[in-house]
């Protein structure tokens, strides 16, 4: 679908399930659309395995995003490869600008932009992401059936990773960089305390990642049972994920106590044509999945398109 003027009825930002999904209705809603992502994928692209997508017994995350994306180019939607550095509204039409310096115009605008996952900022950490580091237990703990892993973190998150990956890895390292857990609720502690394969290594970073294509063993700042190299098959970083606010903040978004835009169950935000989907907004509460990001841009490009015919029909 092309455009003229560089206006659109939508435009959606992002590259990732949320973004593609937005753009595969708004298409079949025969609006003019366009999406604007910096990063292909998002986070299901680099995700490794994905065992859990209905569908697909398995498949690697970026086949996966390969396929979003064939599937939405097949109604000649374009898709840019920017980063959005603004968004403004201007006499009721939305000015999206990105870093490489285009403008466009805008009916409605979707967010759906992620997040940034908190990393350790160790050496091959990106690299190996499918290859032996993840950012996600509930997707790749059925990985590692039998296997020795770690998980990092301290909150809810890690906790409950830990206790997931017990199901299936033989033997799991709960590294936490303080001497207590006080942030998960205490039956999840509970249940951590009453597994028998989880090591709880406390007071310990993770400071180096070793492996030649990909991780055999992490270095750790404090011995554990006499050791500071454990072998592992992978390690899992739950440290928690910081949503991309940049754009929601220049528009005066609301924000719950997590940084999620907040929107309602027609993903609309507390702005008139913007809404917002996937891992950034609060929609599906602490899920944040490839199945629950696609859901959430289909319904606020259901909901984009409702906005655009009322302005159309006014």
Request: net charge negative; with cysteine; aromatic share 8%.
């Amino acid at each position: 679908m092309n455009s003229k003027n560089n206006y659109y009825d939508v435009v959606i930002a992002g590259q990732g399930a949320a973004a593609f999904a937005a753009g595969l209705y708004s298409a079949r809603y025969q609006m003019d659309t366009l999406i604007i992502g910096e990063t292909f994928g998002g986070e299901t692209a680099t995700g490794g395995l994905i065992e859990n997508y209905p569908g697909y017994p398995e498949i690697d995350g970026f086949d996966l995003m390969l396929k979003f994306k064939e599937q939405v180019e097949k109604y000649d939607v374009p898709i840019v490869d920017d980063k959005v550095d603004s968004v403004k509204k201007q006499d009721g039409l939305f000015k999206v600008n990105t870093f490489g310096g285009e403008t466009f115009s805008a009916g409605s605008v979707i967010l759906a932009v992620g997040r940034d996952r908190r990393t350790l900022n160790l050496q091959n950490e990106e690299e190996w992401v499918g290859r032996g580091v993840s950012y996600c237990s509930t997707c790749d703990a059925p990985m590692h059936k039998n296997n020795v892993v770690a998980i990092v973190g301290g909150g809810n998150a890690a906790v409950e990773g830990a206790i997931l990956l017990a199901r299936y890895a033989s033997e799991v390292y709960l590294i936490y960089r303080k001497g207590k857990f006080t942030r998960p609720e205490p039956i999840i502690l509970e249940q951590l305390n009453q597994s028998q394969n989880i090591h709880q290594v406390m007071s310990t970073n993770v400071t180096q990642l070793h492996g030649t294509d990909g991780l055999d063993s992490i270095s750790i700042d404090k011995a554990y049972n006499g050791v500071s190299k454990l072998d592992v098959d992978g390690i899992f970083i739950e440290i928690g994920a910081d949503p991309r606010v940049e754009i929601p903040n220049q528009l005066n978004l609301e924000l719950n106590e997590k940084n999620e835009v907040i929107v309602d169950s027609a993903m609309k935000t507390n702005m008139d044509g913007i809404f917002a989907a996937g891992d950034l907004c609060n929609s599906s509460g602490d899920l944040k999945q490839t199945i629950t990001a696609a859901s959430q841009g289909a319904i606020a490009a259901t909901s984009s398109y409702h906005y655009i015919m009322n302005l159309k029909s006014s």
